[in-house]
Each structure stands twice: as C-alpha cells, then as structure tokens.
C-alpha cells in the first residue's frame, strides 16, 4: 500500500507483497459495498445473506492484509533520524486526498463547508487507517527490537501467539457470549504486525489448496457464529467476531497472505506482470483515500438506476469494478502531485 514499506532494490522486490497490497484495496471496495447498502439493516437469515456474509467476512481481511504485509517488509527496520522520513510519503499523499474529499463535500453537501473540514483533516473520511498507520509506524523500530531479541523461533512463536491472544483470540472468545471485550482488542495491528513479521522470517509451509480451503472454511465458520448469535436480527457490528481482530478473520488473512505469497517466483519471471503489479501497489494509498469521493458518486447512481439494496448480486461487481478502475486512475494523478513533493523533500533533506 505504501512506497515507504518498501526500500528494496528491482531484483529483490518481492512482487507478491505487492500483489497482495492490491488485493487488499480491493478487498476494501468490497467491504464498503456491504457499508453502503442495507446489508447492515437487513437481519441474518435465509441463504442469500449467509452468501453473502461470507463474501463479507472474506473482504474483512483487507485492512490485516495491509498491516501483516507492513510488518512483512518493515521488519529489520531499526531506529534512525532517516527512518521517520519514510512517513512522510505517506502524510503528503493522505493531504493531498483530504484536501480533494474536503472540496467535494463542500461542493455537494450544504452543511460541510471547506474551511470546516479542512479543520477536520484526518478524522473524517477513510483517514482512520493513516492515523493508525502513522502511529504503528512511530513505534516499529521498537517492536522490532523486541522481537529480534529473542533467541529462539519458539520464543518468537509465543511472542506472536500472546499477542494474537490478548488482541484477537480473547476478545472474539468474549464476543460470542455478548460479554465486554476487554481492554486490548484495539491493539490488533500489533498482533498483526508481529504476524507479519514472523512470516517473513519462518513462512508457514502450506500449499497453496490447503491456504484456500482453510480460508473458505474459516469465513464459512465466521459465518455461522455471526448467524447463531445474531440470527433472524441485524449482525451487531461491535461484536469482535464481526470486526477486524476477530480469530477468525485473522486465520483468514494469515491464509490469504501465505497462497498470495507463492505466486511471487511466477511474477518474478515475467516482466509485464510484475512491472503492472509494482505500479499498481504504488497507486493503492491513493486510491483506497480517494475512494471516498468515488464511493459517493458511484452508489448515488447506482441507487438511481439499481435497487441496490444489499441483495441484489448483479449490482455488486458493476460497483465494485467501478469503484476500483476510478480510484486506481485518481490515484495516478495523486501520485503526481506526491511525486513533485518528494522531489523538494529530498532537496531539502540533502542540503
């Protein structure tokens, strides 16, 4: 998702991640299909919304996806003055996009003037993610240290396990009796960052069917839990079961990121997919900001013209497709804008 995850020369680049970066925003789109449509407001019975509650906790995996794939390739970073330039990449492009949000909604909406949204610059639209990865950033060079200091793979395994533990496995455990969940769910990113980490290092050897069928059968269970706790009533989104740091999510997603990750020799060796491949995980920052403005042009027209109403399937890819091919494009044009202020930046840096 982002270029600042990455300092790697062409030779080494490992195209998989990359591809996993594009999944992951497509994955986002989709989840901001179901967000979009009345799929929330719809109760949890019948065949077609277990169908398509599964299609939705596939997509869920997007935002682990994105952090397992940070701590994939930022886990040797160590602490440096020039590390924390690395953020800055990702700060210019995240206020190019709020500036473009914040036009559009003073130019559609009444009540949202510019100069009231430029003041809430990054705790409105899709910024959550920057606020989340900006910090998460901050700190790497010190969970790295914790986790390059144990001696042993076991070590690193319980590092990871305690961490899934307090963040996912017990929060969704807590979850499913509608009980508190604690303290620590919102710390999933670290859980997932470690992941990261430790997949990078060990791997998890597992073929690529076996990575797809625990996948399916993961978001299928996920599935099930959510309709025999929420059955016949809407899915309640503060379930932990139903959000990111779910178990069951996170199962998926270690299984998403292992089958991506064996596709990286087969890229590797031709040259137009994994040049497409590079550019278009560059793009994916961008796109996934400004897919906010695209979103609400899209689903204006789509409810105009569909009865979008969360069922309808034959609407879902026309949608989804759409949403993706503009923000890709918008996002070039970001990307642009970026690159002219990282020329200065680095002027600036070398002087």
């Not at 989840?31 to 799929?39: A, C, Q």
């Not at 597992?206 to 990575?211: A, D, L, S």
């Not at 139903?242 to 299984?255: L, M």
């Amino acid at each position: 998702m982002h270029k600042t995850l990455e300092k790697q020369t062409v030779k080494e680049r490992n195209y998989a991640v990359d591809l996993i970066k594009i999944t992951a925003f497509c994955l986002v789109v989709t989840v901001h299909f179901f967000l979009h449509t009345d799929y929330y407001n719809t109760p949890l019975i019948g065949v077609k919304m277990f169908f398509l509650t599964n299609i939705r906790n596939l997509a869920m995996t997007c935002v682990p996806l994105f952090i397992i794939a940070t701590g994939y390739l930022m886990s040797e970073k160590k602490w440096s003055k020039r590390y924390y330039w690395g953020a800055v990449r990702t700060v210019a492009t995240l206020v190019i996009t709020e500036i473009i949000c914040c036009l559009y909604d003073s130019l559609v909406f009444a009540d949202k003037p510019f100069w009231k949204q430029i003041f809430q610059m990054g705790t409105s639209h899709y910024s959550w993610y920057i606020d989340m990865y900006v910090g998460l950033f901050l700190i790497i060079p010190f969970l790295n240290l914790a986790y390059k200091n144990l001696d042993s793979q076991k070590e690193k395994q319980r590092l990871v396990i305690s961490f899934a533990a307090i963040t996912m496995l017990i929060p969704s455990v807590f979850s499913l009796f509608k009980l508190e969940q604690g303290w620590w769910d919102i710390a999933y990113p670290l859980g997932y960052y470690y992941i990261g980490c430790y997949l990078k290092e060990y791997g998890i050897k597992i073929k690529g069917v076996y990575c797809a069928l625990t996948a399916i059968a993961s978001a299928v269970i996920m599935s099930a839990m959510h309709f025999a706790v929420c059955y016949n009533h809407t899915m309640l989104q503060s379930l932990c079961i139903t959000n990111y740091n779910s178990v069951f999510v996170a199962v998926i997603s270690v299984a998403i990121f292992s089958l991506i990750l064996k596709t990286n020799d087969a890229l590797k060796n031709k040259s137009f997919l994994n040049k497409a491949v590079s550019r278009l995980s560059g793009l994916t920052l961008g796109a996934y900001l400004i897919s906010y403005v695209i979103d609400d042009i899209v689903y204006d027209i789509a409810y105009y013209y569909y009865d979008v109403d969360g069922h309808k399937l034959t609407a879902f890819p026309i949608i989804v497709i759409t949403v993706i091919f503009c923000s890709l494009c918008l996002s070039y044009f970001i990307n642009l804008f970026v690159d002219g202020i990282m020329y200065f930046v680095n002027k600036f840096k070398k002087a």
